[in-house]
C-alpha cells in the first residue's frame, strides 16, 4: 500500500529521479522486442531467453512504478531558502567527533544519501539525532560499531 506522505528531496535529487524514469521508459520498447525475439524461438516452457526478458521487464515496470510514486510525492526543498540556528532537512552540518576531528554532513532526502560524499538520510540514525540540534550541542548516536559523539560545531544552508 502507497503512503501518501511527502519526501523531501533536494532539486538535484528530483532531477536525478526525473532522469531515471526517463531511461526506465526508453527501455520498455527493447524490452518488449527482446520477449517478441524469445516468442519467435519456440516452446516457451523451456526459452531462458523469454524468461529473462519477462523478468528484466518486471524489474523495469517496478522501478518505474516506485520513482513514480516517489516524484508524486516530492516536496523540493532549497537549502538556500532556509535560515535559523537549528538543524533541518537540507542544513549543511559541521560536527566535532570525539577527537576533535571535523567532519561535514548535509542533511537529504532517502533517494540522495551517498555517506561517501557527505550526504545523510535525515532518517538515518546520525540524521535523526542531528534534526533540531542547535550550536554547541551534543549528540550521541548508536551505530551498528557502537556509540559515536559529536558535537555540533556549525550549522549552514548552502
Same mark, same amino acid.
Given at each position: 500500500?502507497?503512503?501518501?506522505?511527502?519526501?523531501?528531496?533536494? %532539486?538535484?535529487?528530483?532531477? !536525478?529521479?526525473?532522469?531515471?524514469?526517463?531511461?526506465?521508459? !526508453?527501455? &520498455?520498447?527493447?524490452?518488449?522486442?527482446?520477449?517478441?525475439?524469445? &516468442?519467435?524461438? *519456440?516452446? =516457451?516452457s523451456?526459452?531462458?531467453?523469454?524468461?529473462?526478458?519477462?523478468? %528484466? %521487464? *518486471?524489474?523495469?515496470e517496478?522501478? @518505474?512504478?516506485?520513482?513514480?510514486?516517489?516524484?508524486?510525492?516530492? %516536496?523540493?526543498?532549497?537549502?538556500?531558502?532556509?535560515? $535559523?540556528?537549528?538543524?533541518? #532537512?537540507?542544513?549543511?552540518?559541521? =560536527?566535532?567527533?570525539?577527537?576533535?576531528?571535523?567532519?561535514?554532513?548535509?542533511?537529504?532526502?532517502? !533517494?540522495?544519501?551517498?555517506?561517501? !560524499? $557527505?550526504? @545523510?538520510?535525515?532518517?538515518s540514525? =546520525? $540524521?535523526?539525532?542531528?534534526? *533540531? &540540534?542547535?550550536?554547541?550541542?551534543?549528540?550521541?548516536?548508536?551505530?551498528?560499531?557502537?556509540? &559515536?559523539?559529536?558535537?555540533?560545531?556549525?550549522?549552514? #544552508? @548552502?
Amino acid at each position: 500500500m502507497a503512503t501518501v506522505d511527502k519526501m523531501p528531496m533536494l %532539486q538535484e535529487g528530483y532531477e !536525478t529521479l526525473t532522469a531515471d524514469l526517463r531511461r526506465l521508459k !526508453t527501455e &520498455r520498447p527493447k524490452i518488449v522486442d527482446a520477449i517478441e525475439e524469445a &516468442r519467435a524461438h *519456440g516452446d =516457451l516452457s523451456e526459452n531462458a531467453e523469454y524468461h529473462a526478458a519477462k523478468e %528484466q %521487464q *518486471g524489474q523495469n515496470e517496478a522501478t @518505474i512504478s516506485d520513482i513514480e510514486d516517489k516524484l508524486s510525492r516530492a %516536496q523540493i526543498i532549497d537549502p538556500k531558502d532556509l535560515s $535559523g540556528d537549528k538543524v533541518v #532537512f537540507g542544513a549543511t552540518v559541521t =560536527l566535532l567527533d570525539e577527537d576533535d576531528k571535523p567532519v561535514t554532513y548535509q542533511i537529504v532526502g532517502q !533517494t540522495e544519501a551517498n555517506a561517501k !560524499t $557527505g550526504r @545523510i538520510s535525515y532518517n538515518s540514525p =546520525l $540524521g535523526r539525532a542531528l534534526i *533540531g &540540534r542547535k550550536v554547541d550541542e551534543e549528540v550521541e548516536v548508536t551505530v551498528p560499531s557502537g556509540d &559515536r559523539y559529536y558535537v555540533v560545531s556549525k550549522i549552514a #544552508f @548552502i
